[in-house]
């Protein structure tokens, strides 16, 4: 029977057709090809093989009937090699794309006796051998074991139909490939830029850089940014944990090429010079450049005769991605130290010291932002006595509102400290906005302190267009004040509607910025719209800076990403006790004072923490409300009573 | 001579989607796989110790799974008397880059960190990348009994 003539061969053939066309690799039609092949007469055994450019045996498969069909059966290739180093002197004939060699098994043994006692294993006496090109410069060699030598030429025309199918189908698959590797390429950009635009962790996000190629684009990758005038290995990456241990450790003991900030070396495939256990021969590097400055250097490692490495153009852009988020970074932090270090100038650096009257303050920096804001406090002595806290936010942001902060704040802090009314100094500071022109508007808020007297201490609150300072009790009810009042800096005169209040011992007056109530949570909702009142009743025991620092950080529930301030006066009544102590004094001495404001209910003892040291103890109060605060260590401890 | 065989890979991953890109990206390239899938890392122990089933050369690990996380099961594989168990390929297949959970995933024994993107193109080349190392290294740990890294 002939091949041409086989009633199966033809049905084989276009089975073979539809598989090569559907497959992703030629692996998925071997074992169709290499089985329909053993069907042509008097085939005994099937070689297949893949040969590089430069003659190396890639990839090697087996097939007979008694084993079906294996790839790289051990020393398959090194008995295929002899054929390839002889193949260009022996005698072919063309078949379509492919040429055609036909040989006795003692021939074949003469040059390549491993080969030649493979096909006589299975009862072969000759050859028909098939030579093609494969794709990415290979070559393809089919080569069939027969029971005899052919008579005609159909199994050389089968050779050469399945040359066709194997060309037809390796150009496919090399095109899906290259397609592939650009997709992959484009979408390692594209999460890249994603990851490089959400983040200002330089670092990290260098480490997600270098993650994300490997595999995809590398075998390896690291990542190196100059610092303090040296390059600093900030990541690698190798999908094998143990050989990305072994890289990490060689590139920082300096075993590898190293890496280059020249132009001339980018993307060109060099030796990496790593040791041989990491398994990674080239190296392709990048600079990371941004704004004229080098920054740093991105290297991708590839095994020798990889197929698959990034483009030119891959790699320069993803370096100019991941440099410009670097420089980009690198302002944010150097901007936003400035911010912080010039909003820090707009305010107090030191509350004066109050008696009977203990401040805190908070203060929170919008988050993202890199203009100076608006919100400023203080608080100040008065010649007769009295003192005067307020506070104030100018609207806008940056210099312009910057420069009205100052203005203000310093206006009404040197009208007050001379002896003027609250009122006036607003009045005053209101005519000088419009006269200048400033352009800009502020809201303020004050609460002035008068002198204690029976009924307790005395207050007047005033509001500008701010939010009206709030009274929480020393039992947790929360009052806002009932001032009114317009913003300055708008109309020429301005109506302020101030309103009195009394203290008394534990009452705590609070001042705060709209950064605090526009937070919001999770769900959306406003910190001041339903809870603010709530949390300051909860938190209204606190020692006053862990409440100032809770009300700034949002509570916990609340994220404050604006400017927010807030400044907190409890009126703690004459204050008793006063002392630095060893700790386990400290509760005795406390107790002492308590009774000595001759109240009712004063405990047998006090549960305070045991502490090692000396602590520092206040009791502050009268006889209807008593504070205790003892420090040390770090943390306060507080009972109220 | 041995026929090729087919291969098992588990595959322990919660997400309906993820389970069928991994099955797309996978069957077409490496068709001597035979992808088995755990929608729960409780059941990978039992699954790996089963005799009467064939071992998994590899297995591809979810980090975020209700119930047993992956570093969770990754421990308890690690920990795992039977070599059967202890020895088997882990690549911690995540869509996590941070370093932290990288380095608890070394720490914990993977084989692999991969990053699991969106795309699917790239999804698919990250996950044929990674399988064939693994194939090309005849799917053995370097620290296991007999194994080397080619």
């Not at chain 1, 097939?63 to 090194?78: F, K, Q, R």
């Given at each position: 029977m002939i091949a041409g003539d086989s009633p199966r061969w033809p049905d084989l053939l276009h089975a073979l057709w539809r598989t090569a066309f559907a497959a992703g690799s030629t692996k998925v039609f071997a074992k169709e090809l290499y089985l329909g092949l053993l069907e042509l007469p008097h085939v005994r055994g099937v070689l297949g093989a893949r040969i590089g450019p430069g003659g190396d045996v890639l990839v090697v498969r087996w097939a007979d009937h008694d084993h079906g069909v294996t790839s790289g059966p051990a020393g398959l290739a090194e008995d295929v090699a002899p054929w390839v180093a002889r193949s260009a002197r022996l005698a072919t004939r063309d078949v379509g794309q492919a040429k055609v060699a036909v040989l006795g098994v003692d021939e074949l043994s003469s040059f390549a006796p491993g080969l030649g006692a493979r096909?006589?294993?299975v009862g072969g006496t000759a050859v028909v051998a098939a030579s093609f090109r494969a794709a990415a410069g290979d070559n393809a060699l089919m080569l069939l074991g027969l029971a005899q030598t052919p008579a005609d030429d159909e199994v050389a025309g089968a050779l050469g139909q399945v040359a066709d199918v194997v060309i037809a189908a390796d150009d496919r698959i090399a095109d899906q490939a290259?397609?592939?590797?650009?997709?992959?390429?484009?979408?390692?950009?594209?999460?890249?830029s994603l990851r490089l635009a959400r983040s200002l962790d330089v670092e990290e996000t260098l480490r997600a850089v270098v993650r994300m190629v490997v595999p995809a684009l590398a075998d390896g990758a690291a990542v190196h940014v100059h610092r303090d005038g040296a390059l600093v290995q900030i990541a690698t990456a190798h999908v094998d944990a143990r050989r990305e241990r072994l890289l990490n450790d060689h590139l920082l003991n300096g075993r590898w090429a190293g890496v280059t900030s020249k132009d001339h070396d980018e993307n060109l495939p060099q030796p990496s010079l790593l040791p041989d256990d990491v398994g990674l021969e080239l190296m392709t590097s990048a600079v990371l450049r941004a704004r004229g400055r080098v920054l740093g250097v991105l290297t991708f490692f590839h095994r020798a005769g990889v197929r698959r490495t990034p483009t030119r153009e891959f790699v320069r852009d993803i370096a100019a991605r991941a440099a410009l988020a670097i420089g980009n970074a690198t302002l944010y932090g150097e901007r936003r130290a400035e911010v912080e270090e010039l909003q820090l100038h707009l305010l107090p650096s030191v509350l004066p010291e109050l008696d009977g009257i203990e401040v805190a303050t908070g203060y929170n920096v919008g988050g993202h932002l890199l203009d100076v804001g608006g919100d400023f406090y203080g608080v100040v002595r008065q010649p007769d006595g009295r003192f005067t806290a307020l506070i104030g936010d100018v609207c806008g942001r940056g210099?312009?509102?910057?420069?009205?902060t100052g203005l203000a704040r310093h206006t009404v802090e040197t009208i007050l400290e001379v002896g003027g009314q609250p009122d006036d100094a607003v009045r005053l500071l209101n005519?000088?906005?419009?006269?200048?022109?400033?352009g800009k508007f502020l809201t303020m808020a004050t609460v002035t302190f008068g002198s204690a007297g029976p009924e307790g201490l005395p207050i007047r609150s005033l509001t500008a267009g701010h939010p009206p300072p709030m009274i929480v009790r020393r039992d947790g009810r929360v009052e806002e004040t009932t001032c009114r009042g317009q913003l300055v800096g708008v109309v020429a005169s301005p109506s302020l509607t101030l309103v009195d209040d009394v203290l008394r011992p534990g009452d705590c007056v609070v001042l705060f910025t709209d950064g605090l109530i526009e937070a919001r949570d999770g769900a959306g909702a406003f910190f001041g719209?339903?809870?603010?009142?709530t949390t300051l009743a909860a938190l209204h025991d606190l020692p006053l800076p862990e409440m100032a620092a809770a009300l700034v950080a949002g509570d916990g529930r609340y994220v404050v990403d604006d400017d927010a301030a807030v400044l907190l006066l409890r009126y703690r009544g004459p204050r008793v006790l006063d002392v630095v102590l060893p700790a386990d004094q400290a509760p005795?001495?406390?107790?002492?004072?308590?009774?000595?404001?001759?109240?009712?209910?004063?405990?047998?003892?006090l549960t305070a923490p045991p502490s090692g040291g000396d602590v520092a103890v206040t009791v502050d109060g009268d006889g209807s409300w008593t504070r205790i605060e003892i420090r040390g260590g770090g943390r306060t401890w507080w009972e109220v009573l | 001579m041995t026929p090729d065989a087919e291969q098992v890979v588990l595959v322990v991953e919660d997400s309906d989607e993820d389970r069928e890109a991994i099955h797309r990206a996978l069957s077409r390239s490496h068709p001597e796989l035979v992808l088995e899938f755990l929608p729960d890392g409780h059941l990978v122990a039992d699954r790996l110790r089963d005799t009467g089933l064939p071992r998994p050369v590899l297995v591809l690990?979810?980090?975020?799974?209700?119930?047993?996380?992956?570093f969770r099961v990754l421990a308890d594989i690690r920990a795992d008397p039977a070599p059967r168990v202890r020895d088997v390929i882990v690549v911690v297949f995540t869509s996590s880059t941070t370093s932290s959970d990288t380095d608890r995933s070394y720490e914990a024994g993977a084989d692999s960190y991969v990053y699991?993107?969106?795309?699917f193109a790239l999804f698919r080349t990250v996950l044929q990348g990674a399988v064939e190392y693994w194939r090309t290294n005849g799917y053995a740990r370097p620290d296991a009994p007999g194994a080397a890294v080619r």
């Amino acid at each position: 029977m002939i091949a041409g003539d086989s009633p199966r061969w033809p049905d084989l053939l276009h089975a073979l057709w539809r598989t090569a066309f559907a497959a992703g690799s030629t692996k998925v039609f071997a074992k169709e090809l290499y089985l329909g092949l053993l069907e042509l007469p008097h085939v005994r055994g099937v070689l297949g093989a893949r040969i590089g450019p430069g003659g190396d045996v890639l990839v090697v498969r087996w097939a007979d009937h008694d084993h079906g069909v294996t790839s790289g059966p051990a020393g398959l290739a090194e008995d295929v090699a002899p054929w390839v180093a002889r193949s260009a002197r022996l005698a072919t004939r063309d078949v379509g794309q492919a040429k055609v060699a036909v040989l006795g098994v003692d021939e074949l043994s003469s040059f390549a006796p491993g080969l030649g006692a493979r096909v006589r294993d299975v009862g072969g006496t000759a050859v028909v051998a098939a030579s093609f090109r494969a794709a990415a410069g290979d070559n393809a060699l089919m080569l069939l074991g027969l029971a005899q030598t052919p008579a005609d030429d159909e199994v050389a025309g089968a050779l050469g139909q399945v040359a066709d199918v194997v060309i037809a189908a390796d150009d496919r698959i090399a095109d899906q490939a290259l397609l592939d590797n650009r997709l992959a390429a484009d979408a390692v950009l594209a999460e890249v830029s994603l990851r490089l635009a959400r983040s200002l962790d330089v670092e990290e996000t260098l480490r997600a850089v270098v993650r994300m190629v490997v595999p995809a684009l590398a075998d390896g990758a690291a990542v190196h940014v100059h610092r303090d005038g040296a390059l600093v290995q900030i990541a690698t990456a190798h999908v094998d944990a143990r050989r990305e241990r072994l890289l990490n450790d060689h590139l920082l003991n300096g075993r590898w090429a190293g890496v280059t900030s020249k132009d001339h070396d980018e993307n060109l495939p060099q030796p990496s010079l790593l040791p041989d256990d990491v398994g990674l021969e080239l190296m392709t590097s990048a600079v990371l450049r941004a704004r004229g400055r080098v920054l740093g250097v991105l290297t991708f490692f590839h095994r020798a005769g990889v197929r698959r490495t990034p483009t030119r153009e891959f790699v320069r852009d993803i370096a100019a991605r991941a440099a410009l988020a670097i420089g980009n970074a690198t302002l944010y932090g150097e901007r936003r130290a400035e911010v912080e270090e010039l909003q820090l100038h707009l305010l107090p650096s030191v509350l004066p010291e109050l008696d009977g009257i203990e401040v805190a303050t908070g203060y929170n920096v919008g988050g993202h932002l890199l203009d100076v804001g608006g919100d400023f406090y203080g608080v100040v002595r008065q010649p007769d006595g009295r003192f005067t806290a307020l506070i104030g936010d100018v609207c806008g942001r940056g210099a312009a509102a910057a420069a009205v902060t100052g203005l203000a704040r310093h206006t009404v802090e040197t009208i007050l400290e001379v002896g003027g009314q609250p009122d006036d100094a607003v009045r005053l500071l209101n005519a000088k906005m419009l006269r200048n022109k400033v352009g800009k508007f502020l809201t303020m808020a004050t609460v002035t302190f008068g002198s204690a007297g029976p009924e307790g201490l005395p207050i007047r609150s005033l509001t500008a267009g701010h939010p009206p300072p709030m009274i929480v009790r020393r039992d947790g009810r929360v009052e806002e004040t009932t001032c009114r009042g317009q913003l300055v800096g708008v109309v020429a005169s301005p109506s302020l509607t101030l309103v009195d209040d009394v203290l008394r011992p534990g009452d705590c007056v609070v001042l705060f910025t709209d950064g605090l109530i526009e937070a919001r949570d999770g769900a959306g909702a406003f910190f001041g719209d339903t809870d603010l009142e709530t949390t300051l009743a909860a938190l209204h025991d606190l020692p006053l800076p862990e409440m100032a620092a809770a009300l700034v950080a949002g509570d916990g529930r609340y994220v404050v990403d604006d400017d927010a301030a807030v400044l907190l006066l409890r009126y703690r009544g004459p204050r008793v006790l006063d002392v630095v102590l060893p700790a386990d004094q400290a509760p005795a001495a406390a107790l002492a004072a308590v009774r000595s404001l001759g109240g009712s209910g004063v405990p047998d003892e006090l549960t305070a923490p045991p502490s090692g040291g000396d602590v520092a103890v206040t009791v502050d109060g009268d006889g209807s409300w008593t504070r205790i605060e003892i420090r040390g260590g770090g943390r306060t401890w507080w009972e109220v009573l | 001579m041995t026929p090729d065989a087919e291969q098992v890979v588990l595959v322990v991953e919660d997400s309906d989607e993820d389970r069928e890109a991994i099955h797309r990206a996978l069957s077409r390239s490496h068709p001597e796989l035979v992808l088995e899938f755990l929608p729960d890392g409780h059941l990978v122990a039992d699954r790996l110790r089963d005799t009467g089933l064939p071992r998994p050369v590899l297995v591809l690990l979810d980090l975020n799974m209700p119930g047993a996380d992956g570093f969770r099961v990754l421990a308890d594989i690690r920990a795992d008397p039977a070599p059967r168990v202890r020895d088997v390929i882990v690549v911690v297949f995540t869509s996590s880059t941070t370093s932290s959970d990288t380095d608890r995933s070394y720490e914990a024994g993977a084989d692999s960190y991969v990053y699991k993107p969106v795309n699917f193109a790239l999804f698919r080349t990250v996950l044929q990348g990674a399988v064939e190392y693994w194939r090309t290294n005849g799917y053995a740990r370097p620290d296991a009994p007999g194994a080397a890294v080619r």
